[in-house]
């Protein structure tokens, strides 16, 4: 089940287990940096928004806007910020 706190490198079997607590019910939009789903956690039925960030480099690691992105969720707390819920890579790299 996808937890309250941001994980930092799951294995790949988790990477897949992650994802798939997520029903993906259809595209928000795109942008630079990557895609925006609205999704739904299965166990809790909650609606959530899955941000899939890919790197231009996989090789190089995580893409950087997307560490400062999460690092940023993690700390703020009000009404006019999302949470955020989860975060995991996928076996291609991108980061959700």
């Keep these: 089940q996808p937890t309250n706190q941001p994980t930092n490198q799951p294995s790949t079997t988790n990477q897949v287990q992650k994802m798939d607590n997520y029903k993906v019910i259809k595209a928000l939009g795109q942008g630079t940096w990557g895609v925006v789903?609205?999704?739904?956690?299965?166990g809790?039925?909650?609606?959530v928004a899955v941000k899939k960030i890919k790197s231009e480099r996989p090789d190089e690691g995580v893409?950087?806007?997307?560490?400062?992105?999460?690092k940023l969720l993690?700390?703020?707390?009000?009404s006019h910020v999302i949470e955020l819920v989860d975060c995991f890579t996928t076996p291609d790299r991108a980061v959700c």
Excluded at 37 to 42: G, I, P, S
């Design 44 to 47: 809790t039925g909650r609606r």
């Design 63 to 70: 893409n950087f806007t997307a560490i400062r992105e999460i």
């Design 37 to 42: 789903h609205m999704a739904e956690q299965k």
């Design 74 to 78: 993690r700390e703020f707390k009000h």
